[in-house]
């Protein structure tokens, strides 16, 4: 059994987004920028946020934050995304996720030019990811993808099994793994003998959102097994969907929670920054 370290492929891709920035820098006097729009004051969220942030400047991006109180209005929201959407030195808007109830975060990602949409979740940018014709990929689904690329985890003709089917992780992995030729299913409430389909699972993705969910009856022997759940156990501690105590030992490889699928998500975030002050500036 092998614990697939995000931490240090996350390290990887960073170092290489930051070589990339100096060169922008010297060869075109330009500095790619992030705008982070936080609604509210979730404590969790607020951890994501400050990794971001962390991130930008060890790569050398210019970033901004807009921490707006809970009670902000839909226009005063809207109003500021248009802002960002003009303003030449950002190059990527990220409004976290979830918003404050009486908000309507469909309306909010819409009105996020599609060039800035760092997070791939306006509706152009989920269009050409079916199409296979993505200019931005959705940073948790493509952090995954780099890691099995890092381990040299074959995708191809091999079962993978996603459990979740959220437009932000559960239905673009599938669509990631399909294109690398997997043989993919989808799980979700509804789905029978849950347990059964995953045990078959090659590579099984478990994007649920309960902590401890993918227990070990439910995996092969040899499985590759990846964890994006960002749960609390019953202490209040950060643990993932899977059971990793007693799930790792039939794996060949299994990734950690916290150290996996996390700074995997931020690496691609900058790696989707880059790309977009890239294409803004016609590099
Ligand atoms: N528009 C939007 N885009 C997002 O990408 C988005 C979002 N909203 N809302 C919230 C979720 C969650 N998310 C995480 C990113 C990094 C870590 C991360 O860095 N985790 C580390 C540290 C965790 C810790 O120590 O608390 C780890 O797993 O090792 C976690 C969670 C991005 N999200």
């Not at 970033?63 to 009670?71: G, R």
């Amino acid at each position: 059994m092998q614990i697939i370290d995000g931490k240090k492929v996350s390290a990887q891709v960073k170092e290489e987004v930051k070589r990339q920035t100096l060169e922008l820098k010297e060869t075109h006097k330009i500095t790619p920028g992030l705008a982070v729009v936080i609604v509210g004051d979730d404590p969790a969220s607020r951890v994501y946020v400050n990794n971001k942030k962390k991130a930008c400047e060890f790569v050398g991006f210019k970033s901004e934050e807009y921490a707006l109180p809970a009670e902000t209005t839909q226009e005063e929201l809207l109003n500021l995304v248009e802002t960002l959407n003009n303003k030449k030195d950002i190059n990527g808007i990220l409004v976290q996720l979830p918003l404050p109830k009486h908000l309507d975060d469909k309306a909010v990602i819409e009105a996020i030019s599609p060039l800035k949409d760092v997070d791939a979740f306006h509706a152009v940018n989920v269009g050409k990811i079916m199409l296979g014709e993505y200019d931005f990929l959705p940073c948790t689904p493509a952090g995954v993808m780099e890691m099995l690329h890092s381990y040299n985890i074959e995708v191809s003709g091999k079962n993978c099994v996603v459990i979740g089917r959220s437009n932000i992780v559960g239905k673009p992995m599938a669509m990631l793994l399909l294109h690398e030729n997997g043989t993919v299913t989808i799980c979700h409430s509804r789905t029978k003998n849950l347990a059964e389909i995953c045990s078959q699972a090659d590579i099984l993705v478990a994007a649920v959102g309960r902590p401890k969910f993918v227990t070990a009856d439910m995996v092969k022997e040899g499985a590759v097994v990846i964890d994006v759940g960002m749960d609390r156990d019953e202490n209040g501690k950060l643990c993932g969907d899977v059971d990793f105590e007693n799930v790792k030992d039939k794996c060949s490889f299994i990734t950690p929670v916290p150290g996996g699928v996390g700074p995997m998500t931020i690496s691609t975030l900058m790696k989707n920054t880059l790309k977009a002050c890239r294409i803004q500036n016609n590099i």
